[in-house]
C-alpha cells in the first residue's frame, strides 16, 4: 500500500475528495499496467448514484478500483438521501472478481485492491487470504444483498460503520480473507478486523 501512493494515485483520490458533493458516485480503474480511467457512468437520477464500473469477466486487466459514496443530500421532494460511507456488498462482490482475475492471469494477488472516498473516511479491502478463500458465488444476488444490507444497519443503527460492514462480510455474505484499511489523512494505515467475539473492531497500525 506504501508503493500504491504515488503522485498519480494521490492525484486520483484527492479529485474524487472534491467529488463528493455530487448525487452519484464518480471513481476511477486501473488496469496491471497502471493506467487510469475515470468513470462517471452512474444513474444519476435522485434515486440511484450507483456507478457502473466495466464488468470484470470481460476486462481482466483491471487491478483496482476507486470510487466515491457522496455525501448526503436532500433531494427535489426535501428529503435527506443518505448512503453508506463504508463499502457495500457489491463493492465486496466486484473486488472479489478482481482477486479471481489477477489468480488466473499469475499476478500478485496483494496487489488487487477497491478504494472507497466518502466524508467520513477513505478505505481500502485488500485480499489477504489464501487462494482457497476467493470467492466468487454468492446465496444471493448483489441486488439481494444490498437490500439486506440497509435492513442489517437499520437494525444496528448504534454500531460504527466499520463493525457492521465487518460483521456483514463475514456472517452474511461468507467472504474470508478480504481486509479492511483505513487511509489515515498522515499517509498511514490502521488495518480493521473483528475481535474475538465479534463484538467490536480491532484496530492495527501498518508498520511504517
Known amino acids: 500500500m506504501k508503493d500504491q501512493l504515488s503522485p498519480s494515485f494521490k492525484s486520483k483520490v484527492d479529485d474524487l475528495k472534491s467529488k ?26 435522485e434515486n440511484a448514484n450507483q456507478l457502473s464500473l466495466p464488468n470484470p ?7 483496482g478500483f476507486l ?6 443530500f436532500e433531494d427535489s421532494d426535501g428529503n435527506i438521501r443518505k ?8 463493492d465486496v462482490i466486484y473486488f472479489n472478481e478482481l482477486v479471481r482475475n489477477a489468480k488466473e492471469n499469475g499476478l500478485p494477488l496483494e496487489d488487487v485492491y477497491g478504494v472507497m472516498v466518502s466524508g467520513t473516511g477513505i478505505y ?10 476467493i470467492k ?10 444490498n437490500e439486506m444490507y440497509k435492513k442489517y444497519f437499520l437494525a444496528n443503527p448504534k454500531t460504527s ?10 456472517e452474511q455474505m461468507y ?16 488495518t480493521k478486523t473483528l475481535n474475538a467475539d465479534k463484538t467490536d473492531v480491532s484496530n492495527s497500525d501498518c508498520p511504517q
Request: aromatic share 12%.
Open 20 to 45: 463528493l458533493g455530487l448525487k452519484k458516485e464518480t471513481g476511477y480503474i486501473e488496469n496491471d499496467n497502471g493506467v487510469f480511467t475515470y468513470k462517471d457512468n452512474a444513474a444519476a437520477t
Open 136 to 145: 466468487t458465488t454468492y446465496v444471493n444476488t448483489g441486488e439481494e444483498y
Open 161 to 170: 460503520d466499520e463493525l457492521n460492514f465487518l460483521k456483514f462480510m463475514d
Open 175 to 190: 467472504v474470508k480473507g478480504v481486509s479492511l484499511v483505513k487511509m489515515n489523512d498522515n499517509g498511514t494505515f490502521t
Open 83 to 90: 448512503g453508506f460511507k463504508i463499502f457495500s456488498p457489491a
Open 67 to 72: 470510487h466515491t459514496h457522496p455525501n448526503d
Open 124 to 133: 481500502q479491502i485488500r485480499f489477504t487470504g489464501n487462494v482457497n478463500q
Open 57 to 63: 469477466n470481460l476486462y481482466k486487466d483491471i487491478k
